[in-house]
């Protein structure tokens, strides 16, 4: 499978800044997403990160609040706008790869926290 | 109904006995399923996915899906204590694209 690097692995912020993360693979692969896990909680969808397109958000995600990034098949970036200790959570990318099968791998998650 | 369910625990279960893990999931989801082990602080790691009816083994995991019944099931022989971990089940959504849905994970404690 697919080695996934995520930049930064944590983070502490103050509200209404923004931080963008970065999902790094190895090889190129056909569909990356992007994941947040709040506290305790189980893993929900934000979007699918579209190669040179606009991703596909999931209801209750906006672009204005988290805009994505795919200049291409091994990368993309998350940013996280006007934060607020709402947004403390797990954040993760995964990754399919260019097998043509469904399953997902994860990056290692970057750890947000929003004072 | 979510499409996917999970007991939350936690399960406990002594050293070397069988864990069994189970997971309902509803018409929203397709025939492709997943079981995720994420131990606390990491991220999802892959153990199985299953697709069939029946039984699926690997080393000491196996998944067992039931469509009938709609359910998805993980067995973990012979438990150890670097089991103990939160199991994830997950489902591909109908409608295409791919995307996963999580149910809210089992924490799973083997105990020595």
């Known amino acids: 499978s697919a080695v996934i690097s995520q930049k930064p692995s944590r983070d502490i912020c103050q509200r209404g800044t923004s931080l963008t993360i970065q999902c790094q693979v190895d090889?190129?692969?056909?569909?990356m997403f992007w994941y947040r896990q709040q506290p305790g909680q189980s893993l929900t969808l934000i979007a699918t990160?579209?190669?040179?397109?606009?991703?596909?958000?999931e209801s209750g995600f906006v672009i204005d609040k988290f805009p994505i990034s795919r200049p291409n098949l091994t990368f993309s970036t998350l940013t996280v706008s006007n934060m607020s200790p709402e947004d403390s959570s797990i954040y993760l990318c995964?990754?399919?790869?260019?097998?043509?099968?469904?399953?997902?791998?994860f990056g290692p998650g970057t750890r947000l926290t929003v004072l | 109904q979510k499409e996917v369910e999970q007991n939350s625990g936690p399960l406990s279960v002594p050293e070397g006995a069988i864990a069994s893990l189970n997971c309902t999931y509803s018409?929203?989801?397709?025939?492709?399923f997943f079981w995720y082990r994420q131990y606390s602080g990491k991220s999802p790691e892959l153990i199985m996915s299953?697709?069939?009816?029946g039984d699926k083994e690997d080393g000491r995991f196996t998944a067992q899906l039931n469509k009938a019944s709609q359910y998805v099931s993980l067995l973990i022989r012979d438990s150890q204590p670097s089991d103990s971990a939160t199991y994830l089940c997950?489902?591909?959504?109908?409608?295409?694209?791919?995307?996963?849905?999580f149910g809210t994970g089992t924490q799973l404690k083997v105990e020595l």
């Open positions: 997950a489902a591909i959504l109908t409608g295409g694209g791919n995307k996963l849905t």
């Open positions: 018409d929203r989801v397709s025939q492709s």
């Open positions: 995964s990754v399919v790869g260019t097998s043509g099968g469904e399953t997902q791998y």
């Open positions: 990160a579209n190669q040179g397109s606009e991703a596909t958000y």
């Open positions: 090889s190129q692969v056909t569909m």
């Open positions: 299953i697709y069939s009816n």
